[in-house]
Nanobody, 121 residues
Framework: QVQLVESGGGLVQAGGSLRLSCSASGRILRVNVMGWYRQTPGKQRELVASISSVGRTNYLDSVKGRFTISRDNAKNMVYLEMNSLKPEDTAVYFC???????????????WGQGTQVTVSS
């Protein structure tokens, strides 16, 4: 009923930039916190950045000053602007949304399918 779809991943050289987008669609009353996570093989998924519905942001220490998260509440979209990319940023990036589908439901987390970001040295 709720779908999150990411786009914008790809291959980039170290020092380059990429912009990820995520669109939430379906039966949605409200989207609370939205975030971007990343995962590499053999490691746990980690939170990269999150943003509340009123714009409060939180970042992983290693991306502070390089990544910027933003959202468009009217379109239920979240973005991740990634600058000064490093090889260690290589991962599959997942979009997450804490969604309320109607006034009778409690919030639930939904995930996108992931988009690959590869940074070459």
């Amino acid at each position: 009923q709720v779908q999150l779809v990411e786009s914008g991943g790809g291959l980039v050289q170290a020092g380059g930039s990429l912009r990820l987008s995520c669109s939430a669609s379906g039966r949605i009353l409200r989207v609370n916190v939205m975030g971007w996570y990343r995962q590499t093989p053999g490691k746990q998924r980690e939170l990269v950045a999150s943003i509340s519905s009123v714009g409060r942001t939180n970042y992983l220490d290693s991306v502070k000053g390089r990544f910027t998260i933003s959202r468009d509440n009217a379109k239920n979209m979240v973005y991740l602007e990634m600058n000064s990319l490093k090889p260690e940023d290589t991962a599959v990036y997942f979009c997450n949304g804490n969604v309320v589908v109607d006034r009778y439901s409690t919030p639930s987390d939904y995930w996108g399918q992931g988009t690959q970001v590869t940074v070459s040295s």
